[in-house]
């Protein structure tokens, strides 16, 4: 079954702090991976997107990295700052037609001063 | 810079009336897509569309239908509206398969 799962739920750090989110998933055929900001009461707007070859991509102190062959991601984000406050979710996507984004549930940060 | 537009950020429809939810693309895409979100749940696709007039079922596409006339736009409505239909619906497009998504804002659907 084609799943996607990120952790950790809920995190809260400190402003200037960095923080790692993980995404693990099991789609296959892979095709690629996204990351997504979500404010809240807003729609998803894309960080990143890696494709099989791509081990690493940065946008701006977001830094995404993706090992295919343990079908792990991760999101870094370094010195976070307040606007940061999000809801982050990770879709990967398969070869196999329109329908075919997988979506994870998200991890909420919270970033306080 | 491309743009989705969902018509409204928040709607209070009461239980049993037809509800349209409106989403307008500007980037000639040929898919677009309805999500519904809850918390817990993800994302989960409710019907989405390649082409004018052709419509195709995602995971939960009970209790609502859709409507593409012209490529920019793509309706979802809510036949019925009940209260387990409160959620957030998110509008999405994408010029291929699996590439290139872009999100509405949402709307905040709240059925009373």
């Known amino acids: 079954k084609n799943q996607v799962e990120q952790s950790p739920q809920s995190l809260i750090i400190l402003e200037g702090k960095n923080c790692t989110l993980q995404c693990n998933y099991t789609v296959s055929p892979f095709s690629n991976l996204r990351w997504y900001k979500q404010d809240t009461g807003r729609g998803p707007v894309s960080l990143t997107i890696m494709t099989f070859s791509e081990n690493t991509k940065s946008n701006g102190r977001y830094t995404a990295t993706l090992d295919a062959d343990t079908k792990q991601s991760s999101l870094h984000i370094t010195a976070s700052q307040l606007s940061d406050s999000a809801s982050y979710i990770c879709?990967?996507?398969?070869?196999?037609?329109?329908?075919?984004?997988?979506f994870g549930t998200g991890t909420r940060l919270t970033v306080i001063p | 810079d491309v743009k989705v537009t969902q018509s409204s950020r928040y709607l209070v429809k009461r239980t049993g009336e037809k509800v349209f939810l409106e989403c307008v693309q500007d980037?000639?895409?040929?898919?677009m897509f309805w999500y519904r979100q809850d918390p817990g749940l993800g994302l989960r696709l409710i019907y989405f569309?390649?082409?004018?007039?052709?419509?195709e079922k995602g995971d939960i596409p009970e209790g609502y239908s859709v409507s593409r006339e012209k490529k920019e736009r793509f309706s979802l409505i809510l036949e019925s509206a009940s209260t387990n239909q409160t959620s957030m619906y998110l509008c999405?497009?994408?010029?291929?398969?699996?590439?290139?998504?872009?999100f509405g804002s949402g709307t905040r659907l709240t059925v009373v």
């Open positions: 999405a497009s994408s010029l291929f398969e699996g590439y290139g998504y872009t």
């Open positions: 980037m000639d895409h040929e898919n």
């Open positions: 879709v990967v996507s398969d070869k196999t037609g329109a329908n075919n984004l997988f």
């Open positions: 569309s390649y082409d004018v007039k052709m419509k």
